[in-house]
């Protein structure tokens, strides 16, 4: 089984028998190898009960075709990602759907340097390619090879922090019976000041607590709930395959993404002083202001890992974030980690000698944000132009991505999803009155017809 509108922007993904199977997984794996003709990959897998068996399928797919596959068997995406990078494989795969539902199934895909293949960057030759079928093959099959990077992995997350420096925290952790109850114990072995109240850490495809995804409100509730009755230093929450992590203070207040950039940008600017650091069009002033503040060279981008991961790599930059919960170093194959920025809170907590939620004060006292509002709308480059026409005049405007305003006292970003016919606003201002009077300006121009 194999549906064409599996083949997302970003990544292969959709419900585990109804559109995607490990038919589906042996046509992908073959294709991918056609169509890039890579020598060596590597392919790993999550928890979901689906998953091993369309690993196997890809790997088998993979081999047919004539290259040689290491199986790194459980593991979370970052992990494929790093092995990638790290051992100059030629790309890979990460059988995961993230932080959907049980029911979902899907693949990430790499070419060498663990740069995604998406919508622009080969998906759609790959799509094409798996669903003409299969041709017979007449070169050699290449080889399988269980390859265990979990050694190398952990030396390398820990190389981003002092192990030494961090203090005795007691921090809340959320695994959402995701990735990060496998990934986390090694790490944490390495660190055993910290106290660690471990919150659904056995990997378990069916999501029996909560789904594992951070982001919606519902899913918060435990970790909001656990760091306040821990009284923790704070909670953190991973998505399903661990490669993003979501952050509440030891007040409960959730840590918004841009917010969390602007410390960990802190962080990295005291490492390597001028370094450039990049940032997502919908972030909150917080970021480029304080990367300015650190010394270092701020610079705006697109939405969307792909993007994102090239940008780095023209720049050379250290460290990328984005607002959804995504994190970039450059030291570890410019890809994306969840268990980094982890390390990185700890350290800046245990560096700042304060408590996270006084470390915030300032960003929350001066920054206004309005999260990330979606609506539904029927001709979304008609709504774009409205809003362009009504508030174009009141600062400058950018279509790096959607409808960007920047005026002195708030700026927006109004973009379209990918895949529904609806509009994301974010919205700041230096004033709580300001933002609110600007957000439900804008959001009665979008709402109008």
């Not at 092995?83 to 990430?108: C, I, M, Q, R």
């Not at 790490?187 to 109240?197: F, G, R």
């Not at 002033?285 to 994102?308: D, K, M, Q, S």
């Amino acid at each position: 089984m194999l549906d064409p509108k599996v083949f997302k922007a970003y990544d292969v993904r959709g419900i585990y028998g109804d559109e995607l199977d490990e038919e589906g997984a042996h046509a992908i794996g073959r294709a991918f190898v056609e169509v890039f003709q890579p020598k060596r990959i590597a392919i790993g897998h999550d928890m979901r009960v689906s998953s091993p068996a369309m690993a196997e399928a890809a790997v088998r797919g993979a081999a047919e075709a004539g290259a040689d596959v290491l199986e790194l068997g459980l593991v979370g995406t970052e992990m494929v990602y790093f092995a990638v990078g790290e051992l100059g494989l030629d790309g890979g795969f990460a059988v995961t759907a993230s932080h959907n539902p049980k029911e979902y199934t899907g693949l990430k895909i790499v070419r060498a340097g663990a740069l995604p293949v998406g919508g622009e960057s080969g998906l759609l030759e790959i799509r094409d390619r798996a669903m003409s079928g299969v041709r017979p093959r007449t070169g050699p099959r290449g080889t399988v090879e269980a390859y265990d990077v979990w050694e190398q992995y952990v030396e390398r997350v820990l190389s981003f922090v002092d192990p030494q420096a961090i203090k005795p925290l007691k921090v809340v952790i959320d695994a959402a019976n995701g990735m990060a109850g496998a990934m986390l114990p090694p790490v944490l072995e390495q660190l055993p000041q910290l106290e660690t109240v471990r919150c659904f850490f056995e990997p378990d495809g069916t999501f029996p607590n909560h789904e594992p995804n951070p982001l919606l409100p519902e899913n918060r509730e435990f970790i909001v709930a656990k760091t306040l009755d821990e009284q923790a230093d704070f909670g953190v929450a991973f998505d399903g395959d661990a490669d993003r992590c979501f952050f509440v203070d030891d007040s409960g207040e959730f840590v918004p993404g841009d917010f969390a950039t602007a410390l960990f940008a802190e962080g990295v600017l005291e490492k390597e002083a001028g370094a450039k650091l990049i940032y997502d069009v919908r972030a909150s002033w917080a970021v480029p202001e304080t990367i300015e503040r650190a010394g270092g060279v701020p610079l705006v981008n697109r939405v969307g890992h792909a993007f994102i991961k090239h940008r780095m790599r023209e720049e050379d930059a250290a460290f990328g974030g984005e607002v959804s919960g995504h994190y970039y170093f450059r030291d570890f194959s410019q890809a994306d980690s969840g268990v980094v920025p982890f390390l990185l809170m700890l350290e800046r907590i245990s560096k700042k000698g304060e408590r996270l939620s006084a470390i915030l004060r300032p960003f929350r006292e001066r920054y206004f944000i309005t999260g990330e509002l979606n609506t539904p709308v029927p001709d979304v480059a008609r709504k774009l132009q409205e809003l362009e026409d009504r508030f174009g005049a009141e600062g400058r405007v950018s279509h790096l991505d959607g409808v960007s305003v920047d005026a002195d006292d708030w700026h927006m970003n109004v973009r379209p999803s990918n895949t529904e016919p609806l509009l994301r606003l974010n919205l700041e201002a230096r004033s709580p009155e300001l933002m609110e009077r600007k957000r439900d300006e804008v959001l009665a121009v979008i709402g109008d017809g």
